[in-house]
């Protein structure tokens, strides 16, 4: 079974040559890259977040196998939901899953259960694809799609994330896919966020949480964050790393209304 693009030609081109030629132009040539254990990468339209998704991307060593963390903006199928498919089509040609893996995922944490409904029209996570695909050709992915709201449920799953990636025996990046606060201006944008990304910058998973939910910030991958946080914890990160910061009044001219995009490494 392999999952059909969904958003190909609308979050970013649905051609083969197009999408190398976006591509190329949003990741920027770097001469050293780190290493990083965990990212936040936005998922809006490539017009909008692709340049920092890209120069996030480039300016890190990526492993073979990578676990796409995002948010259910359709509301469908399981809390904890992995793809069931063999791969991932896109433009770029399909990205296997990364079966054993998800198999371990599986075991450490059996509230995670197989579901593709979830998957079917979400666009967080497919629109990393086409980045870690193009920058390593024999990438593998764990796609799972979350729904969950309750801090309780990121320690659960980000630390049996880090007991399946120490049971894998290879690298892995999780990979966290959110946009910050949505369609307010970018004043506010910018305040609120600063407020997240200060508890983002300090590996503090429980605060990130807590912030987004007391001072009402739209991140809409607040909770794959705070996934990606509990689990490179328990992996070893020791900091965090602002890369990009930018929202949609950048491209359309208007701040009175935005969305917001960050960009983070964890290591």
């Known amino acids: 079974m392999i999952r059909q693009a969904a958003v190909a030609g609308q979050f970013y081109p649905g051609s083969q040559t197009a999408l190398i030629r976006e591509l190329q132009i949003l990741l920027p040539a770097v001469r050293t890259r780190k290493k990083a254990i965990g990212v936040i990468s936005p998922h809006a339209g490539y017009l909008y977040s692709g340049s920092a998704a890209g120069q996030l991307l480039a300016g890190i060593e990526l492993p073979r196998t990578v676990i796409i963390l995002g948010p259910n903006h359709h509301g469908t199928g399981a809390l904890a939901a992995l793809s069931p498919e063999d791969g991932w089509q896109t433009p770029l040609g399909v990205v296997p899953i990364e079966k054993r893996l998800a198999g371990l995922i599986q075991q450490h944490v059996p509230q995670v259960v197989q579901d593709s409904s979830a998957h079917r029209h979400e666009h967080s996570l497919e629109v990393q694809v086409p980045f870690l695909q193009y920058l390593c050709p024999d990438l593998a992915i764990v796609p799972l799609c979350l729904a969950f709201g309750d801090y309780a449920g990121c320690e659960l799953l980000g630390n049996g994330l880090a007991a399946a990636i120490r049971d894998f025996g290879e690298e892995v990046l999780i990979l966290a896919s959110s946009d910050m606060t949505h369609y307010e201006s970018a004043v506010t944008a910018r305040r609120k966020d600063g407020l997240a990304l200060e508890r983002v910058l300090a590996l503090d998973a429980k605060g990130l949480v807590e912030v987004c939910r007391s001072e009402r910030i739209s991140m809409c991958g607040v909770i794959p964050a705070a996934v990606m946080l509990v689990a ?32 983070v490494a964890v290591g």
Do not use: F, I, P, W
Not at 244 to 253: F, I, K, P
């Open 232 to 263: 490179a914890k328990a992996l070893g990160a020791m900091a965090a790393e602002l890369v990009a910061y930018t929202n949609s009044g950048q491209v359309t001219g208007d701040e009175r209304e935005v969305v917001a995009y960050a960009a």
